[in-house]
């Protein structure tokens, strides 16, 4: 049985027991809406610790835009039975109150990292994953958390904010769980139109047909522009970027003299797609 709890006192116990008896914990952050990408973090947590919380929180925080977040798909019952089946130990679903309370005044902000790609077009959006994660870190008290590659950057970002705080956690990354045709999962995709979601796989083909070109020695900023016109061709909307970038800091990469990943964000009606690749 998955135990739903709301209330970080009755959290508190509960692992405080688990951890007198020498258990580990892990922990998954979510905003809910769960889909086999969560399942894989959920699973890889079980398989790395003892007792597993996964947490469903929706952080208005995180979101630059209100009608994203208004939007945001929400199924708590579809989520639970989700969890039931993977053997999850505590669904935590604390309402906005109970993560921030009247009277809450601190922001987490990571310099660097937090600057290109997603910060540059979500102001405001790493402050309120990093603020959001210290809060579930010190609220469950897990000594492991799992996150998706999927989220490339902001996985980079919740390991410089451990590391730069020194919390008492490990954080893991997992590949990113992918439709049979490519298309990485997301929560958001329940909101893209038959037509939209035959389209969206488009994005990680050209990304990968993009990748093949620059390890074959065609140059980066070549590859990069055949890749764009072929998006916006095939039907895609505006594109928020398609970059190489180092994998080591994010830093622009022209060529592979270092290991680089490649990212893109790019909207499909009023859905925003992000996929990245190693390359
Ligand atoms: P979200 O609910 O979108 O905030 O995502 C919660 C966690 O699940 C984050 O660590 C994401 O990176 C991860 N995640 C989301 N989609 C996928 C996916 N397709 N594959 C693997 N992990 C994912």
């Known amino acids: 049985m ?19 008896s020498g258990m580990l914990v892990g922990v998954v952050p979510t905003m809910g809406a769960l889909h086999d990408g969560h399942l894989s973090l959920a699973r890889a947590a079980r398989k790395q610790s003892d007792r597993v919380i996964v947490t469903v929180f929706v952080n208005p925080m995180q979101f630059n835009n209100a009608s994203d977040l ?10 639970l039975a989700l969890l039931e089946a993977e053997g999850v130990d505590v669904l935590f679903a604390p309402g906005v109150d109970e993560v921030y309370p009247d009277g809450f005044a601190t922001t987490v902000s990571v310099a660097g990292i937090t600057e290109p790609l997603e910060g540059a077009f979500r102001p405001g959006h790493f402050d309120g994953v990093a603020t959001v994660c210290s809060k579930l870190f010190g609220m469950t008290q897990a000594g492991r958390a799992f996150f998706g ?6 996985l980079q970002v919740v390991q410089q904010l451990t590391r730069d705080l020194n919390m008492p956690i490990r954080i893991i990354g997992c ?61 895609f909307g505006a594109l928020d970027y398609l970059e190489l970038r180092t994998v080591d800091g994010l830093k622009p990469a022209t060529d592979l003299a270092e290991p680089a990943r490649m990212l893109a964000a790019i909207w499909l009606g009023d859905v925003r797609l992000i996929d990245n690749i190693a390359v």
């Not at 998955?2 to 007198?20: F, H, N």
């Not at 939007?71 to 019952?77: S, T």
């Not at 045709?181 to 329940?190: H, I, K, P, Q, Y």
Request: overall charge negative; charged content about 40%; hydrophobic content about 35%.
């Open 2 to 20: 998955t135990q739903v709890i709301r209330k970080a006192a009755e959290l508190r116990d509960k692992v405080a027991a688990w951890k007198r």
């Open 70 to 79: 208004d939007k945001y798909p929400r199924d708590e019952a579809q989520d």
């Open 149 to 154: 590659e999927k989220d490339w950057q902001q």
């Open 175 to 235: 590949p990113t769980i992918r439709e049979e045709d490519g298309l990485a999962m997301s929560s958001r995709n329940v909101r893209l139109t038959a037509e939209e979601h035959e389209l969206a796989p488009r994005l990680h083909s050209v990304m990968q047909e993009a990748a093949a070109k620059i390890r074959d020695g065609v140059p980066v900023e070549g590859a990069l522009n055949d890749a764009k016109t072929e998006l916006k061709d095939a039907g």
